[in-house]
């Protein structure tokens, strides 16, 4: 499978996981001039922005490994715009979903609270 096909997968994936999970999509692949949000999706009385990454063989538990701190800020701002844009005044929190393929099938991984927005 391609790394795009792998990706576009991992977020169908992701999705269904959440579903399934009580959450509500709210928005996919939401772009905010060249940064971009994975999914939107509320869960609760929260506002939860997921990231969603594709793997091929072992699991990454490290959010940190997983989304960098450039990577970071991208979201935090984009989420900025998208909570300006919606006003929305929901709680929010940066999940990570890690979606690792394998020979044997597919494992989820599901980080809450994989970071959180700083002050600078």
Known sequence: MNQCKTGRNAEKVAAGYLKARGYRIWKTNWRWGKKELDLVTLHRDELVIVEVKSRVGNA???????VDHIKERNIILAAD???RLHGCSRPTRF???????????MEI???ENAFYPTVE
């Open 95 to 105: 999940d990570v979903i890690a979606v690792i393929y394998s020979g044997s099938g």
């Open 109 to 111: 991984e599901h980080m």
């Open 60 to 66: 990454v538990n490290d959010p940190a490994v997983v």
């Open 81 to 83: 715009a998208f909570i």
